[in-house]
């Protein structure tokens, strides 16, 4: 074989070799530039946001460069979790807040939450609920997107208010006074009632009112006015002045009636009359055969102008049993009282028998 053949074929058989070497330098490097790549995605993230889940490839191991990497933005109330399964998988869970409205107070408060119950939301937001107040919904109910709750504001107040009770007042016939006299005899005082009122309020507006007590806190005093019922100042009064009824100064009941001279009489300390009875001021001195002894007695003057007042037929005298006299009067001890008796004098009067005596 000619030299110049000889060197052409060595030349391209070398020219050839070359390009397989290139060839294969570039398949070289391809294969480290895939290897390399394959090492550095090395990790398999698995995204979930909002239920979606989706596949992320890469290196990042700490969670904000994971979802910086992925365009993941979270908000301030977001929730996320982080969970490593093994050295080249882990989890990313992201749950996203939504809003709940609760209207209290006359405004709104939006609450951001994850998740949680109607109590959860309302404790989140800081409205303080009181012992009376209203939720619409259930407590325990599951807080969802664009729920609304609305609280409602009840309290109750108390209110006391005390007013006078008036007193009565009532008027006891004295028939040791005069006609038109008065005398209180007890004093008139206003007493105290106190009532309470429970008042309820919805939302700062009083919708019902209920009575919650009702206290007489001081009884009233009754006032007692005595009033006088004699023509005149009775020279006996009574005990009891409100036994003996008058009607304009006369007994209202009695057995007969008997009008007559009277007169007056006065007697030692220690004296009594023909019956036994001592003398006193209210005894008088009859005839026993028209009134008898014991018998209870009016005495007034027929003019109305003088009044002995109560007495008991209790003595008797020459001119009773003559008849000259109708009734002799006692008047009492000739030591104090003669002085009355001679003022009393001889006087007609109209003698009221209330009840016949015994004798």
Same mark, same amino acid.
């Given at each position: 074989?000619?030299?110049?053949?000889?060197?052409?074929?060595?030349?391209?058989?070398?020219?050839?070799?070359?390009?397989?070497?290139?060839?294969?330098?570039?398949?070289?490097?391809?294969?480290?530039?895939?290897?390399?790549?394959?090492?550095?995605?090395?990790?398999?993230?698995?995204?979930?946001?909002?239920?979606?889940?989706?596949?992320?490839?890469?290196?990042?191991?700490?969670?904000?460069?994971?979802?910086?990497?992925?365009?993941?933005?979270?908000?301030?109330?977001?929730?996320?979790?982080?969970?490593?399964?093994?050295?080249?998988?882990?989890?990313?869970?992201?749950?996203?807040?939504?809003?709940?409205?609760?209207?209290?107070?006359?405004?709104?408060?939006?609450?951001?939450?994850?998740?949680?119950?109607?109590? #959860?939301? $309302? /404790? =989140?937001?800081? +409205?303080?609920?009181?012992?009376?107040?209203?939720?619409? &919904?259930?407590?325990?109910?599951?807080?969802?997107?664009?729920?609304?709750?609305?609280?409602?504001?009840?309290?109750?107040?108390?209110?006391?208010?005390?007013?006078?009770?008036?007193?009565?007042?009532?008027?006891?016939?004295?028939?040791?006074?005069?006609?038109?006299?008065?005398?209180?005899?007890?004093?008139?005082?206003?007493?105290?009632?106190?009532?309470?009122?429970?008042?309820?309020?919805?939302?700062?507006?009083?919708?019902?009112?209920?009575?919650?007590? #009702?206290? $007489? /806190? =001081?009884?009233? +005093?009754?006032?007692?006015?005595?009033?006088?019922?004699? &023509?005149?100042?009775?020279?006996?009064?009574?005990?009891?002045?409100?036994?003996?009824?008058?009607?304009?100064?006369?007994?209202?009941?009695?057995?007969?009636?008997?009008?007559?001279?009277?007169?007056?009489?006065?007697?030692?300390?220690?004296?009594?009359?023909?019956?036994?009875?001592?003398?006193?001021?209210?005894?008088?001195?009859?005839?026993?055969?028209?009134?008898?002894?014991?018998?209870?007695?009016?005495?007034?003057?027929?003019?109305?102008?003088?009044?002995?007042?109560?007495?008991?037929?209790?003595?008797?005298?020459?001119?009773?049993?003559?008849?000259?006299?109708?009734?002799?009067?006692?008047?009492?001890?000739?030591?104090?009282?003669?002085?009355?008796?001679?003022?009393?004098?001889?006087?007609?009067?109209?003698?009221?028998?209330?009840?016949?005596?015994?004798?």
């Amino acid at each position: 074989m000619k030299p110049q053949i000889i060197n052409n074929k060595l030349n391209k058989l070398i020219k050839q070799s070359k390009l397989i070497k290139i060839v294969l330098l570039a398949a070289s490097i391809m294969m480290v530039v895939m290897l390399s790549g394959s090492l550095y995605f090395r990790d398999r993230v698995y995204i979930t946001d909002n239920g979606v889940t989706k596949e992320l490839m890469t290196s990042k191991t700490e969670l904000d460069a994971i979802l910086a990497f992925g365009n993941y933005t979270i908000g301030e109330h977001d929730r996320v979790t982080y969970k490593v399964e093994d050295e080249r998988t882990a989890y990313v869970t992201i749950e996203r807040a939504f809003d709940v409205i609760i209207k209290v107070d006359g405004k709104e408060v939006i609450v951001p939450i994850v998740e949680g119950t109607v109590a #959860d939301v $309302i /404790e =989140k937001s800081g +409205v303080k609920l009181y012992e009376f107040d209203l939720v619409d &919904l259930d407590m325990h109910a599951e807080a969802t997107e664009g729920m609304t709750i609305t609280v409602t504001r009840v309290n109750y107040q108390l209110r006391a208010n005390s007013t006078e009770i008036p007193f009565e007042t009532i008027y006891v016939d004295n028939s040791n006074m005069v006609i038109g006299e008065e005398k209180i005899t007890t004093q008139g005082e206003n007493g105290v009632r106190t009532t309470v009122i429970k008042e309820k309020y919805v939302d700062g507006q009083l919708t019902e009112k209920e009575l919650s007590s #009702d206290t $007489i /806190e =001081k009884e009233p +005093v009754t006032m007692v006015i005595e009033r006088g019922t004699a &023509l005149a100042e009775p020279y006996a009064k009574m005990e009891n002045p409100e036994t003996l009824k008058l009607v304009n100064g006369l007994p209202a009941e009695y057995v007969r009636v008997l009008s007559g001279k009277t007169t007056a009489y006065t007697g030692g300390y220690n004296a009594f009359g023909a019956s036994g009875r001592d003398c006193e001021i209210g005894t008088v001195a009859v005839n026993p055969n028209i009134i008898p002894y014991g018998s209870e007695l009016y005495i007034v003057s027929q003019d109305g102008s003088k009044v002995y007042g109560y007495a008991i037929a209790s003595d008797t005298g020459r001119g009773l049993m003559q008849g000259r006299i109708l009734a002799d009067l006692y008047f009492g001890n000739k030591y104090d009282h003669f002085d009355d008796s001679c003022r009393w004098g001889s006087v007609y009067c109209d003698v009221y028998i209330i009840s016949e005596g015994n004798g």
